[in-house]
């Protein structure tokens, strides 16, 4: 990270005033590497890939001090993809986080933009999905419960408390911004974490609600826009899981479940279908079991690996996923790391016309089964 600190105290400019010091940090990941998967689309590929661990980014941190243990704070997050230099996100400008706020020691972070909600930040460190030791490519199935922050929540207001010896919690709220249709592309989350002698307990929830009768959002101007994952009247996603640390070596167990309501689609960037996959208007449900390890073999080398099982109800269909994952990657740096990663996806489709996707593959395999392997650079500033 290169911090940049602006020192703005200007005695005698404006009589009886002061301004507190200010701070800007900028930070960013780069993140290339070769894929080789053996079925996209009915072919084998070798191809450039962006983020198989985390898509590229850089950003903007800000802070001023206004006593009192009191802060003004806020981030700008810009998405890319380094491959080719376009933006992500939809084309955003800050299409990863754009949020202000205030942040006491005493009393917590309040913040506005948009942003994670509380899925993403008390469940996501403990999948590898969410984590330096996986990432993208070992995201759920559809990335169906956020984990990996396939999408952010526009419109929201975010509280996140201080540490209570080891108790952590937050919640989320996002308006739809739709005059006489309050309840129209909203959404709202909260969770919870609780750490003590290698232990982490944390559990979350999310709903977002829309109104729709195709998979289009009907109001552009709500909670989700361009992100979407699915087009579904309602969503319900929540989970529990477990983290324990000793020495070097840390495992976790994590549970979600997501809830359609008349559900429509999934969107073409996570089903792995140009157009999308099309629902019935019926119900899904997804759960997800994820049991991972990681390993600090003696710096700088670091192993992981993950098992997920995902079974699911899909237009009246029973379909079931397992993803097998691993990672090792070798530190040439405090902030540049070589690494090789696997991916085996295997789908018992019960009759659907599903081809196995590994999240942040373009294309879904025409059979039950999908492999990648990356070797890949990830530096960090």
């Known amino acids: 990270m290169k911090k940049m600190t602006v020192g703005l105290a200007m005695a005698g400019l404006f009589a009886g005033h002061a301004y507190a010091q200010s701070s800007i940090t900028l930070y960013g990941i780069i993140d290339e590497g070769i894929t080789y998967t053996n079925n996209q689309a009915g072919h084998s590929t070798w191809q450039q890939t962006d983020g198989a661990i985390n898509t590229s980014r850089w950003g903007l941190r800000?802070?001023?001090?206004?006593?009192?243990?009191?802060?003004?704070?806020?981030?700008?997050?810009?998405?890319?993809?380094?491959?080719?230099?376009?933006?992500?996100?939809?084309?955003?400008?800050?299409?990863?986080?754009?949020?202000?706020?205030?942040?006491?020691?005493?009393?917590?972070?309040?913040?506005?933009?948009?942003?994670?909600?509380?899925?993403?930040?008390?469940?996501?460190?403990?999948?590898?999905?969410?984590?330096?030791?996986?990432?993208?490519?070992?995201?759920?199935?559809?990335?169906?419960?956020?984990?990996?922050?396939?999408?952010?929540?526009?419109?929201?207001?975010?509280?996140?408390?201080?540490?209570?010896?080891?108790?952590?919690f937050g919640a989320l709220y996002s308006f739809?911004?739709?005059?006489?249709?309050?309840?129209?592309?909203?959404?709202?989350?909260?969770?919870?974490?609780?750490?003590?002698?290698?232990?982490?307990?944390?559990?979350?929830?999310?709903?977002?609600?829309?109104?729709?009768?195709?998979?289009?959002?009907?109001?552009?101007?709500?909670?989700?826009?361009?992100?979407?994952?699915?087009?579904?009247?309602?969503?319900?996603?929540?989970?529990?899981?477990?983290?324990?640390?000793?020495?070097?070596?840390?495992?976790?167990?994590?549970?979600?479940?997501?809830?359609?309501?008349?559900?429509?689609?999934?969107?073409?960037?996570?089903s792995g279908v140009a157009n999308g996959l099309a629902l019935n208007g019926g119900s899904v449900r997804f759960n997800n079991y994820e049991v991972n390890g990681r390993y600090t073999l003696g710096s700088p080398w670091t192993v992981a690996a993950g098992y997920v099982h995902t079974d699911g109800s899909v237009d009246a269909a029973h379909p079931h996923w397992d993803q097998i994952n691993i990672q090792t990657a070798y530190l040439l740096s405090v902030r540049t790391q070589v690494y090789v990663q696997a991916e085996y996806q295997h789908v018992a489709q019960d009759g659907l016309a599903l081809g196995a996707i590994i999240s942040g593959l373009p294309a879904a395999s025409t059979t039950p089964n999908q492999v990648a392997v990356t070797l890949g650079l990830r530096h960090t500033f």
């Open 62 to 168: 800000g802070s001023e001090d206004l006593g009192d243990g009191l802060k003004a704070i806020f981030t700008l997050e810009n998405g890319f993809n380094a491959s080719n230099g376009t933006l992500r996100q939809g084309g955003r400008e800050f299409g990863r986080q754009a949020f202000v706020g205030l942040g006491s020691s005493r009393y917590g972070t309040l913040t506005l933009g948009r942003q994670y909600d509380s899925v993403v930040d008390y469940l996501g460190p403990l999948a590898l999905t969410g984590t330096q030791y996986g990432g993208t490519f070992f995201a759920h199935p559809f990335d169906n419960d956020n984990l990996d922050n396939d999408f952010r929540v526009n419109n929201s207001v975010k509280y996140q408390s201080p540490d209570f010896r080891g108790l952590h």
């Open 176 to 270: 739809s911004n739709a005059a006489g249709d309050f309840a129209n592309n909203r959404a709202y989350s909260f969770g919870a974490s609780y750490a003590f002698s290698g232990l982490t307990f944390s559990a979350a929830y999310l709903q977002i609600n829309q109104n729709l009768t195709s998979a289009v959002i009907s109001n552009a101007n709500g909670a989700l826009n361009g992100d979407a994952t699915f087009f579904a009247d309602r969503q319900r996603t929540w989970g529990a899981g477990v983290k324990y640390s000793f020495g070097p070596f840390t495992t976790d167990f994590v549970f979600t479940q997501t809830l359609l309501d008349n559900a429509f689609g999934i969107s073409a960037g996570e």
